[in-house]
């Protein structure tokens, strides 16, 4: 069964770098920390465009060879965010536990962040997610994560992720103090990019 992020990556690359290209665009700054960076491919497109970019994941085997660019090994949870401009969460957010993506956005909190994740909306999905739950006082679903040894996507220390529905990520986003402008139209029935300005 294909990863959240590998079927999104197989398909819909060329939009992907497009709305990130536009909402980067729309950010003020010099300094971009690219959270879960992968295989890079986003934070090659930020250098491109002149910013200075930290990449930072737990699987440093997928890093390519740019010196434009600080990669750094590390869990994305435990990574300082405060010294950059402008925060990337590109296919990440959804890999997190509830309690985990709360802190991201309290960490994040007075800087933008550039956030692609799918949310458990009722769009039919690939993906098998549980019955819906409320967790934190959002409205979501869980999804179980593969195994972290043999999928490079799959979460890095949590068995399962919570997919908050699409008015619980705005709310979840306002909660943290964050506007939020949404990329449409959506490039997957369940993702898309938001763009998440501090009030």
């Known amino acids: 069964m294909p990863t959240a992020r590998g079927a999104a990556d197989a398909n819909t690359g060329p939009q992907r770098i497009a709305w990130f290209q536009r909402l980067l665009g729309l950010c003020d700054g010099k300094t971009l920390v690219d959270l879960g960076a992968g295989h890079g491919k986003f934070s090659i497109v930020a250098a491109d465009l002149g910013w200075q970019v930290t990449a930072i994941d737990a699987r440093g085997d997928r890093y390519p060879e ?24 590109l296919g990440l957010f959804y890999h997190l536990t509830v309690d985990d993506q709360i802190d991201l956005l309290a960490r994040c909190a007075g800087r933008p962040i550039i956030l692609d994740t799918h949310v458990a909306n009722d769009a039919k999905s690939q993906f098998t997610l549980s019955d819906e739950v409320t967790l934190r006082g959002y409205r979501g679903k869980l999804y179980v994560e593969g195994d972290q040894a043999v999928h490079s996507t799959a979460s890095w220390g949590n068995d399962e992720s919570f997919w908050p529905r699409t008015r619980a990520l705005y709310r979840m986003l306002n909660d943290h103090g964050f506007e939020v402008l949404t990329a449409s139209p959506w490039y997957l029935p369940s993702r898309t990019f938001f763009l998440c300005l501090p009030r």
């Open 66 to 89: 740019d010196p434009r660019i600080t990669w750094q090994v590390g869990d994305v949870r435990e990574a300082p965010v405060a010294d950059f401009d402008v925060v990337a969460c």
